[in-house]
């Protein structure tokens, strides 16, 4: 089944202890993206990838890292998370068909 | 990326079709029409997309105007699991990858 899969799906930490939050997509695809949710303010874009060893700043990177090694993982990380980015993030890709496939969601508190 | 305007929220008894207006008046030549959809908190869903033509899927039907400033999604025959927010999106497939979610329109679908 085509898909994107994040890990893990809930994760409570506290404050400057550093995570990663993982994405890896079955698709073959070249474009790939970060995006927190957050109540009244909706879905905004962290950082994006457009192929292996090239990732961009989205609206709202400040406090994230991404690496893009390899075409099928695209890694969340927080190298000192602070209680404002407890939030929860989407993964997504991208193919030829226009079309984005959303991850299930990681839902992160950080107390 | 054009602006789109979508009402709040939406009410449609089950079974029967859910029209979902969204207004995109500055939309530019090269810019699609996509709506995407979130059920609970759950990552966005891919629906349907157009540029000036109507376009028909297995899920459901997009309508845009002649002179492409508005367009309605059509869920022929509503079911409660059709409960969700929808967005209409407008970007151009060759200007990288972000998508722009507004508010969107909450849709209940009501037995």
């Known amino acids: 089944e085509a898909q994107v899969t994040q890990n893990p799906r809930y994760l409570i930490t506290v404050t400057g202890k550093k995570l990663t939050v993982t994405c890896s997509q079955n698709?073959?695809?070249?474009?790939m993206s970060w995006y927190r949710q957050d109540p009244g303010l909706g879905l905004r874009q962290i950082y994006y990838?457009?192929?292996?060893?090239?990732?961009d700043k989205g609206d709202v990177p400040e406090g994230y890292k991404v690496s893009r090694k390899e075409k099928r993982n695209f890694p969340l990380i927080l190298e000192s998370p602070s209680p404002n980015q407890t939030s929860l993030y989407f993964c997504?890709?991208?193919?030829?068909?226009?079309?984005?496939?959303f991850g299930s969601g990681t839902r992160l508190t950080v107390v | 990326d054009a602006k789109t305007t979508q009402p709040t929220s939406m009410d449609c008894a089950e079974g029967r079709a859910a029209n979902l207006p969204c207004n995109h008046s500055?939309?530019?030549?090269?810019?699609?029409v996509y709506w995407y959809r979130q059920i609970h908190s759950q990552g966005p869903q891919y629906i349907i997309h157009?540029?000036?033509n109507n376009e028909t899927n297995e899920m459901a039907s997009l309508i845009i105007t002649e002179d492409r400033k508005s367009s309605t999604l059509i869920l022929p025959h509503a079911t409660l699991r059709d409960t969700a927010v929808y967005y209409c999106?407008?970007?151009?497939?060759?200007?990288?990858?972000?998508?722009?979610f507004g508010q969107g329109t909450e849709l209940s679908v009501k037995p």
């Open positions: 997504a890709s991208r193919g030829a068909g226009y079309g984005y496939t």
């Open positions: 698709m073959n695809h070249e474009y």
């Open positions: 990838s457009m192929n292996v060893e090239v990732t």
């Open positions: 500055t939309i530019s030549g090269n810019e699609y």
């Open positions: 157009g540029l000036k």
């Open positions: 999106i407008v970007r151009a497939h060759n200007q990288g990858g972000k998508l722009i």
